[in-house]
């Protein structure tokens, strides 16, 4: 074994014995390079791409465009890299299970959060519930955002019938990273609710997220704003 299958043989049982907490970035993506750079000193590579990105975030965010300009990935690393937010934000989902009870606003936002991470544009979703609470599925009603022309009362009036449920929350992110309502998020709140009112489904949240933040608007008056 050469010195360099020594150091990534060093690295490997150190992640094992100690997991990723104890790597520094350059270290973290060092190690990830592994499995797509396997003949060149991925350390060197790692430093490159935080240099030019300026933090591990801004790296896994990166497009394959992005990562090509930066002149030390290929194919193979650039879509490994890519696929870790994806994944990761696949993953929390596969922790949110159908039938799960939501009987609070933290419990609600909580469950929610997953659905946006990572995304960079705005989305649409609808939580349907039935009458204990329990979760009967989260629906993408459009990527675009709530205040999007596009925006479908129908299409919320059509998924809640469809789930069968007692009531639903309504929830959207703010890509500006502040998750407090606007004057149009309190229109479409109003719109929405007088929709489903007419069906006898209670819009029993608007929640906002914003990164990992989360604002409700049933908590802040903003379902009985009108």
């Known amino acids: 074994m050469g010195e360099h299958d020594g150091h990534r043989q060093r690295l490997r049982e150190r992640f ?11 270290q973290v993506l060092e190690l990830l390079l ?7 000193d991925t350390n060197a590579i790692a430093r490159k ?8 975030s801004a790296v ?12 030390c990935v290929g194919e193979q690393a650039s879509m490994l890299l890519q696929l870790i937010r994806p994944l990761a934000r696949r993953y ?32 649409v979703y609808l939580l349907c519930l039935d009458a204990r609470c329990r979760v009967l599925t989260c629906r993408l009603l459009q990527r675009g955002g709530i205040n999007n022309a596009s925006f479908s009362l129908r299409k919320v ?6 789930a069968k449920a007692s009531s639903v ?14 004057q149009a998020d309190y229109v479409t709140t109003h719109q929405v609710q007088t929709t489903l009112d007419a069906l006898d489904i209670m819009l029993a949240d608007h929640i906002i997220v914003a990164g990992n933040d989360f604002v409700s608007m049933a908590e802040t008056g903003g379902l009985n704003r009108f």
Not at 17 to 26: A, H, T, Y
Not at 34 to 40: G, T, V
Not at 169 to 182: D, E, K, R, V, Y
Request: with cysteine; hydrophobic share 40%.
């Open 16 to 26: 094992f014995e100690f997991g990723l907490d104890v790597f520094q970035d350059d």
């Open 60 to 71: 896994l965010e990166a497009d394959s465009q992005e990562l090509k300009a930066a002149g």
């Open 92 to 123: 929390m989902l596969s922790c949110s299970e159908k039938g799960q009870l939501l009987n609070s606003t933290q419990a609600c936002g909580e469950y929610l959060l997953p659905y946006f991470f990572g995304a960079t544009e705005e989305q």
């Open 34 to 40: 592994f499995f797509a750079i396997p003949r060149q």
């Open 49 to 56: 791409l935080l240099k030019h990105f300026g933090s591990l």
């Open 157 to 162: 009036a059509e998924t809640a019938i469809a």
């Open 169 to 182: 929350i309504l929830a959207h992110n703010h890509t500006s990273g502040i998750a407090l309502p606007s």
